[in-house]
């Protein structure tokens, strides 16, 4: 009888091994059809204030490739504030896997799409998070089947007229607009002013050329102070200047137009180069 006890052990703890291998999800490389044209991105030296009346420094530091990055486009606000609805998602062009905390473009086995913080369980199964802090999306997890991942590694702050999606319908394929990315450098940024939009350490995009519009982040100069970051709100009689982030509050900056040396739009957030 205890034989016969222990031979349905082993069947059972068989079946459940059986399961766990069968739960597991399959981890492969996405792949899409939008890829950045090589192009050379200056990174400029500095962000701090230039007292010799030049504005930031647009002397060549630093030059890098921006090439073979396959591009998507946001459809939903699942990653909202780091990406938006019609912005552009710039994955890695590398062949490497995710690791968590990773934000990934996802499309699963059967055909959903997704754009989430990537994690990945001990049983092999994969969790997806949204970054949203407003409104609730909830975790989708992928216990089996073959799904294709890619890290995002940017965002580029394109407004484009898209159809809004739902929950596995967050991203949709999409072409770098011919010229998006003249006259654009990077400038690194240092401390957290920015958070979550961009972080400590990463590299936002400005575009040299072009008008700051209201609401827009841009990259201001202004005589006698430092060079900032902010949420521009321009006036004839004054700019208002606004800190992003959320959870270090500052008085906005009121900002006499005659004083501003130059200002520049910010474009885009590149995490990683």
Not at 264 to 269: E, L, N, R, T
Request: hydrophobic share 40%; charged share 30%.
């Amino acid at each position: 009888m205890y034989k016969e006890i222990g031979r349905f052990k082993d069947i059972y703890n068989e079946e459940l091994a059986s399961q766990r291998i069968q739960s597991r999800a399959a981890i492969r490389l996405l792949s899409v059809n939008g890829i950045i044209p090589d192009t050379e991105l200056e990174i400029v030296r500095e962000v701090a204030a230039a007292h010799n009346g030049e504005g930031i420094d647009w002397d060549e530091n630093e030059t890098l490739a921006l090439e073979g990055h396959p591009v998507v486009i946001l459809t939903t606000d699942v990653i909202s504030p780091i990406g938006l609805i019609g912005q552009y998602l710039v994955l890695d062009n590398q062949e490497r896997m995710p690791a968590n905390k990773d934000l990934v473009a996802v499309e699963t086995e059967n055909g959903e799409r997704h754009v989430r913080r990537f994690w990945q369980e001990e049983d092999g199964s994969v969790v997806l998070e949204a970054t949203n802090p407003t409104k609730p999306w909830l975790p989708v997890r992928l216990r089996e089947g073959e799904h294709r991942f890619r890290r995002v590694v940017g965002v580029l702050f394109a407004n484009l007229d898209v159809t809004i999606g739902a929950e596995g319908r967050e991203w949709v394929p999409g072409e770098l607009a011919d010229g998006w990315l003249n006259d654009v450098a990077g400038v690194r940024i240092r401390g957290t002013s920015m958070e979550p939009v961009v972080r400590d350490g990463q590299t936002v995009l400005v575009k040299k050329t072009g008008e700051i519009k209201k609401a827009d982040l841009g990259c201001v100069d202004i005589e006698q102070t430092e060079t900032v970051i902010k949420r521009c709100y321009p006036g004839n009689e004054e700019w208002v200047l606004c800190s992003v982030n959320p959870s270090e509050v500052e008085d906005p900056m009121r900002v006499d137009p005659g004083t501003i040396r130059y200002a520049y739009p910010v474009c885009g957030v590149m995490f990683e180069l």
